[in-house]
């Protein structure tokens, strides 16, 4: 009688999968932050990120308004560009997280177009898609798009949004238990549904938005749609089903793409928005160096706030321009632009 044949041995089990960073947009308003939060307190398996809900949180943002005299939307856009310098801690902090996580939430500001349209949140977008499977996620306020023209300004922004990142992307309409969100689903499916909500409209916005729904039908044909709530917990099922899809989408269409940007393009784009920074900030010009000083903390603080600074801010304060003891013994801002300038000539030497 033969020798049994011996069985092959199992092969080893395959490294654990990526977590899936989940990159959540949305105008003012929309429930953004919470609806991160409701996605973390639902599952025991996620890292939630505040990146940055609140500036204050990370960056010393009145200082930079103080030092450079910009008023509060230029100091949220200067203080961006200044944490992007620094996401590599950010990265390496998710890599250290990463056997132990399966996805990483990220809120980002409430002013969605300093995020989306500015080079750090570029460059932020494209350092988590180079390294982890990213998808956007577009929060929408359901309760206020019953009006047709507002609608089609949030499918607008949406397709933007989609064709800016090229990333898998997944339209979340939030606030159904004020009004369930079928109406908004019936009105991408149907265009004379669409038409006929819009025949209510006599104004010429209305005859544009008409025009502009019959481009956007390509776009609602392969989108994903979730109805949820953040406030009654709602529809967060089907939006892990919806995730799963779009991280293997990720890995099936768009990961070839950022592995060949990971080597090259980031760190490119980080350096030249560096220096766009100093020179825009009038620290430096191209032909001038500053000799390295003694590095500030004015970025990365997060949970250093005085208790009396927190209820003092609000997010429409002015400057205080008032100098404390503490503002006195804090390294200057200055310091930490100088010092960063020497660093990155070294780097490019």
């Known amino acids: 009688m033969a020798a049994p044949v011996a069985s092959e041995q199992p092969l080893a089990s395959s490294a654990p999968p990526l977590p899936v960073c989940l ?33 204050r949180d990370t960056v010393k943002y009145k200082e930079v308004m103080k030092q450079y005299g910009l008023g509060p939307n230029g100091g949220i856009v200067t203080s961006l560009n200044l944490f992007t310098t620094r ?49 956007v996620i577009y929060v929408m306020d359901t309760s206020r798009s019953t009006n047709p023209v507002t609608f089609m300004s949030n ?13 898998p992307f997944i339209l979340v309409m939030n606030k159904t ?14 265009f004379e549904a ?10 010429y916005v209305s005859n544009l938005t008409r025009s502009m729904s019959l481009v956007l039908d390509e776009f609602y044909s392969s989108l994903r749609v979730v109805g949820v709530s953040a406030v009654v917990g709602t529809g967060f099922d089907d939006l892990c089903g919806q995730v799963t899809s779009a991280a293997e989408e990720y890995e099936r269409e768009y990961r070839p793409e950022y592995e060949r940007l990971k080597k090259s393009l980031v760190r ?51 400057i205080d321009h008032r100098v404390t003891e503490e503002s006195r013994e804090e390294p200057a801002f200055q310091n930490f632009m100088q010092e960063s300038v020497a660093q990155y000539w070294k780097r490019n030497k």
């Open 268 to 318: 490119r784009e980080t350096n030249q928005l560096l220096e766009d920074t100093f020179v825009l900030t009038g620290v430096f010009t191209p032909d001038r160096t500053s000799p390295v000083l003694d590095p500030s903390d004015l970025i990365l603080t997060r949970g250093t706030l005085d208790e009396e600074d927190e209820e003092a801010d609000s997010d429409t304060d002015d």
């Open 87 to 135: 996401f590599d801690q950010v990265m390496k902090f998710i890599e250290k997280a990463q056997n132990t996580f399966k996805y990483v939430l990220i809120d980002t500001p409430g002013q969605i177009e300093v995020f989306t349209w500015s080079a750090s949140g570029t460059i932020i977008t494209e350092a988590l898609a180079s390294s982890f499977p990213t998808v």
């Open 177 to 190: 238990d004020i009004i369930d969100h079928s109406f908004a689903v019936e009105w991408m499916q149907d």
């Open 155 to 167: 499918m607008l922004y949406a397709c933007s949004i989609l064709y800016k990142t090229k990333l």
């Open 23 to 55: 990159l959540v947009l949305g105008m003012a308003g929309s429930g953004k932050t919470t609806f991160v939060q409701v996605c973390w307190r639902l599952s025991n398996s996620c890292l939630l990120l505040f990146l940055p809900s609140d500036i």
């Open 194 to 203: 669409f038409q006929d909500a819009l025949n209510q409209e006599t104004t």
